[in-house]
């Protein structure tokens, strides 16, 4: 099992610009999530997903778009972004609403 | 709201012990308790869920107080390998399926 996979691992991008952060579980889990984690400070919540098709906002959702179309795939859409979007995206899937979350690596994003 | 923990910050010395607490307005079912390195993501610890009961780290324990909605971490003996932001985090709230973390508490285990 891989377990939470994502993608890329690094990105640079400059003001303005739209990407798509990856991330896939091959655990079956139902829950996914994606928070932020910015210098020296904890996790925030972005968004999160219940199953495919079913998404909701998390603490800090403004400049983030999800989708869930699979139970695998969760990916995360800056609209358009800015250097406060600088920062460390985490993904998580767990199995249940008492389930604990499993990470993916992180990718680190920097906007200039 | 996130949890709070307490305290921020703590430096220690090999061998000496620590206790995290975390805090939360909600009422808690489960709570989740992970260390993160730096430049890492977070490595889960412990679980403990409502009843008491606790699964998680030989060296490490926690507790679960459910009617004043608190979790505590305690860390006996600590290495250097203990260093690390602590995070307490809990999914299991009622009326949410959301989860997440508490404030952190970065603790530094000095030879």
């Known amino acids: 099992n891989a377990g939470v996979t994502q993608t890329p691992k690094f990105q640079v991008l400059k003001t303005g610009q739209s990407m798509t952060l990856q991330c896939a579980q091959d655990?079956?889990?139902?829950?996914m999530s994606w928070y932020r984690q910015d210098p020296g400070m904890g996790l925030r919540l972005i968004h999160y997903s219940v199953g495919a098709g079913i998404t909701d906002q998390g603490e800090v959702p403004n400049g983030y778009n999800v989708s869930r179309s699979t139970t695998e795939d969760f990916p995360l859409r800056l609209l358009s972004a800015a250097p406060s979007q600088t920062s460390v995206y985490f993904c998580?899937?767990?199995?249940?609403?008492?389930?604990?979350?499993?990470f993916g690596p992180g990718t680190r994003l920097t906007v200039t | 709201q996130q949890p709070v923990q307490s305290p921020q910050a703590v430096i220690l010395r090999e061998g000496e012990d620590a206790v995290i607490n975390c805090s939360s307005s909600k009422a808690l079912y489960s709570v989740h308790w992970y260390r993160q390195k730096h430049g890492e993501a977070p490595v889960f610890l412990m679980i403990l869920l409502k009843g008491g009961e606790q699964k998680g780290h030989e060296k490490i324990s926690a507790s679960f107080n459910e009617k004043k909605q608190q979790s505590s971490l305690y860390l006996t003996a600590s290495q250097l390998s203990y260093s690390g932001t602590y995070f307490c985090?809990?999914?299991?709230?009622?009326?949410?399926?959301?989860?997440?973390f508490g404030t952190g508490t970065r603790l530094k285990v000095l030879a």
């Open positions: 655990m079956n889990h139902e829950y």
């Open positions: 985090g809990t999914g299991g709230t009622s009326g949410t399926y959301k989860y997440i």
């Open positions: 998580a899937s767990r199995g249940g609403v008492q389930g604990r979350p499993y």
